[in-house]
């Protein structure tokens, strides 16, 4: 990347979308021209396929964006050909649950996405869960809405729906309609996976910039579903690691690298056809996933102690990258092309064989890709007091067989950064496509 | 409930009798009340044509009775119309109207006065609001009866549990003073199941509750059932217990009295089935109640008991005003019975430390579910 664009007001963690006297309800008379319009989503860098420097391009038209806070506080369109949440522009933080479904009843699953499906809509919109949700149901009622979210804006929220391999296990009737990408993922080498923090029928993923407001959706989609789905496991996000657009500067994982220096950019309809949205011809029993998009989710926990005590210069041959500039090693700055054949002085690789970048580059995994959409986490101590922190890895794909797996092999077999990272939860779903006005979440698949 | 002194608004408001207000606005959507009759107390359906910025009723007045309207939404954005009550209460709405549809709503509105009516383009905001008006004169609620009845019914439960508790508990006192700890410790869990049936109503006398259901910590003087749970299973019977189960069942006697003057209302009823599952979710479910003889399981079947049989004379209340409230909570009760039954052995329930992991998310999902439909019912059955 040669041009750097204009860059608009940088979203800072110390001003959250805070617009005194602008309340949940009067902000929607804005959502639509704030919502920003072909700005990337999705996360990188780490853990991720890394793309050759130079192919990016950027869509200036694409960067017009609003002024900060307007931005932030902005709804989302809900419904539309893909559900939101997955090009979206990354927001800011995240509640992520995974449920088991609960009733041996379809009709009662069926009914809990219809309802979930408008609880969602009308949330994302700025509303409360249910019309008059907060004191509408008068003295003696429980509140539909548990209100928390009351007088806030909108703040970017997305809402996700995801179907687990699980959930096609004949319960339902839904056996015959699984998708053969739908598989359950392989055990990788060094997996210490735990089953509270893996699988699920299905997933809830909620975006927001405003923590308070994504916590909010999952807490009423929740409450809605008791009796029809029970929690399984959840996750708190904080601090997208992603670079959602060549207008933003890469964020940093906690390693405190850059993480999302490239990624499937939503602009590159083109890469979003390829590598991320579900095509009609792609499974001839699973066309109910024209559209959707594959979702695998992995709670891979670094050993933040550890890494702290390791020396800059392993640090940067873990990586690949130089830890101030994100620059590939040999390279001087973030975007230069990677060389791999590139020696070092000492006649040694520029980037080790083992090296995290070298490892995911497309140009060793037959040329795949992965929207990356995750998030750091830090859940309070171990109990013998260390962090226990690391990143949730989010990532949406066309066929999880094609894309994760084989990346995941490689770096699971040889990757350096190995030695400083564990993955304890793993999940995989298929989130279907978007919604019209009236319709559904899975409506195409228990038609 | 047995801890100390944690003012609840349902202790607060005296359990006295209160004279039942007429049925004032009872609301139905769209989807019930099918037999209405359509032209309603107004002489005929009021149309509303809504758009992204408009919201025209053919008429702001109805008669009470049977309110229908018919609104049509000719904008762009997703519509909701709705009717409100003074306070901002909703009386009754229709939700996603999308572009293009036409929707009907049937509101029964029975007593006259001053309403708003409101469309939402884009479901968000305070909506295109305007005055309604409700003429004529009150139409009487037809529940009257059906609440005195069930108040009726769940003294007449509260009394029989009472005298359950009575009996068991003189059983199980001369157990103690005799030095049977085998027998003592057998008829622990049964005696105490009729005080957990009715725990809303005994634990509404100041300090009796903690005398008698008090656990160690809870109170200076650490007395009652569960001081003679800690003897019979932890520390073996001490020179005061007799003494202690002396106090107990003379406590107990004066609970049994009381209760049986309590007079509830429709609204204390469906508070109190709630409470009993919120007593569950908080003690039983837990092991936090019988932490020394890890009889739980019991309290859990009292509560429960308690819970269903309130909610049982408010039936005919609840049938009547939401009839796919009460088939939810016939089916979530039937669920959770079952599957509470289920850690029996020879008629008696398991010890709670005997409960996998999985036993418990399956009775706290069960309880879940139930607790949700039960929390609905006080506004059901208090509409004012």
Not at chain 1, 249 to 272: C, H, I, Q, S, Y
Not at chain 1, 422 to 444: I, L
Request: with cysteine; charged share 20%; glycine share 10%.
């Amino acid at each position: 990347m040669t041009a750097t664009p204009p860059q608009p007001p940088e979203p800072s963690s110390e001003a959250p979308a805070e617009v005194p006297g602008v309340s949940r309800r009067r902000l929607l008379g804005v959502s639509g021209t704030a919502a920003v319009a072909g700005v990337v989503a999705g996360a990188g860098g780490l853990w991720a396929a890394e793309r050759a420097s130079g192919s990016t391009t950027s869509d200036a038209g694409a960067l017009a964006a609003p002024s900060g806070a307007a931005a932030l506080d902005a709804a989302i369109d809900f419904n539309g050909e893909h559900q939101a949440g997955i090009v979206t522009p990354a927001q800011d933080r995240l509640h992520f649950v995974a449920l088991d479904v609960v009733t041996k009843d379809r009709a009662e699953l069926v009914a809990l996405l219809k309802t979930w499906t408008r609880a969602a809509e009308r949330m994302t919109a700025g509303a409360e869960a249910a019309p008059g949700g907060l004191v509408g149901g008068g003295p003696f009622a429980a509140p539909e809405d548990t209100g928390e979210a009351y007088g806030l804006p909108a703040s970017g929220l997305t809402v996700t729906i995801g179907f687990g391999p699980s959930l096609f296990d004949g319960r339902f009737g839904l056996a015959d309609r699984r998708p053969a990408a739908l598989a359950d993922l392989p055990a990788f080498p060094g997996d210490q996976l735990e089953a509270a923090r893996s699988g699920g029928d299905l997933c809830i993923q909620a975006c927001a910039n405003d923590p308070q407001v994504a916590v909010h959706a999952v807490r009423n989609l929740v409450r809605l579903g008791f009796g029809t789905v029970s929690a399984r496991w959840s996750q708190l996000g904080f601090g997208r690691t992603s670079s959602t657009s060549t207008s933003q500067a890469t964020p940093r994982n906690m390693f405190g690298f850059k993480d999302g220096t490239a990624n499937v950019k939503a602009e590159d309809t083109e890469a979003l056809a390829q590598h991320v949205w579900v095509a009609s011809d792609d499974d001839a029993s699973a066309g109910w996933m024209t559209g959707g998009s594959y979702l695998v989710a992995r709670r891979i926990r670094m050993h933040i102690e550890v890494w702290d005590r390791t020396s800059l210069q392993e640090q940067e041959d873990v990586i690949g990258r130089d830890k101030k500039e994100g620059a590939p090693l040999g390279g001087a700055k973030e975007f230069d092309a990677l060389d791999f054949a590139r020696k070092a002085p000492d006649g040694q690789p520029a980037i080790p064989m083992n090296a995290h970048v070298r490892l995911a580059h497309e140009s060793n995994l037959k040329g795949v890709r992965l929207l990356r959409r995750g998030y750091n986490f830090t859940d309070g101590t171990d109990g013998v007091g260390h962090l226990d922190a690391g990143l949730f890895f989010v990532a949406f794909m066309r066929d999880p067989r094609r894309q994760f797996v084989p990346m995941q092999q490689a770096l699971a077999e040889k990757d350096g950064l190995n030695e400083y990272i564990e993955h304890n939860g793993s999940a995989v779903f298929a989130c279907p496509p978007g919604t019209q006005p009236g319709q559904f979440w899975g409506q195409q698949l228990f038609a | 409930m047995s801890r100390p002194a944690r003012p609840t608004r349902r202790a607060a408001a005296p359990l006295a009798l209160v004279a039942l207000a007429a049925l004032g606005l009872s609301a139905c959507t769209d989807k019930a009340d099918a037999s209405a009759n359509a032209s309603g107390g107004a002489g005929g359906p009021i149309t509303v044509q809504a758009d992204d910025t408009t919201c025209a009723l053919s008429a702001t007045t109805a008669k009470a009775g049977t309110v229908t309207f018919d609104i049509t939404n000719a904008g762009t954005k997703v519509n909701e119309f709705y009717v409100y009550a003074a306070g901002d209460r909703i009386v009754s709405e229709v939700e996603n109207i999308t572009p293009g549809l036409k929707r009907q709503l049937k509101v029964e509105i029975t007593e006259p006065g001053t309403f708003q009516t409101a469309c939402k383009p884009g479901m968000v905001g305070d909506g295109i609001r305007g005055d309604f008006t409700v003429t004529g004169t009150a139409v009487a609620g037809s529940a009257d009866q059906k609440v005195a009845k069930a108040i009726s019914d769940y003294r007449a439960f509260v009394a029989t549990e009472s005298d359950k508790l009575l009996a068991g508990t003189q059983e199980f006192v001369a157990a103690v003073k005799a030095g049977d700890v085998a027998k003592a410790k057998q008829l622990y869990p049964t005696a105490r199941l009729p005080w957990e049936t009715i725990e809303p109503v005994a634990e509404s006398f100041g300090d009796l509750d903690p005398r008698i259901d008090g656990r160690e910590g809870d109170n200076p003087t650490f007395s009652g059932y569960h001081r003679l749970e800690k003897d019979l299973w932890v520390s073996g019977l001490q020179k005061d217990s007799g003494q202690v189960a002396d106090t107990l069942l003379a406590d107990v006697k004066q609970i049994v009295t009381k209760s049986k003057g309590v007079t509830p209302t429709a609204l204390t009823i469906a508070n109190g089935a709630k409470a009993l599952l919120d007593e569950v979710a908080t003690g039983k479910i837990t092991g936090e109640e019988e932490r020394y003889s890890h009889t739980d399981l019991w309290d859990f079947r009292g509560n429960l008991q308690g819970s269903q049989s309130a909610l049982e004379t408010l039936r005919p209340v609840v049938t009547e005003r939401d009839a796919a409230l009460q088939k939810a909570l016939d089916s979530r009760f039937a669920e959770l019975n079952q599957l509470l039954e289920s850690h029996r052995v020879d008629g008696r329930f398991v010890s709670y430390t005997t409960l996998t992991d999985a036993d418990l998310k399956a009775l706290t999902v069960s309880l879940d579910a139930l607790s949700e439909e039960v929390s609905k019912v006080p506004a059901v059955v208090e509409t004012k």
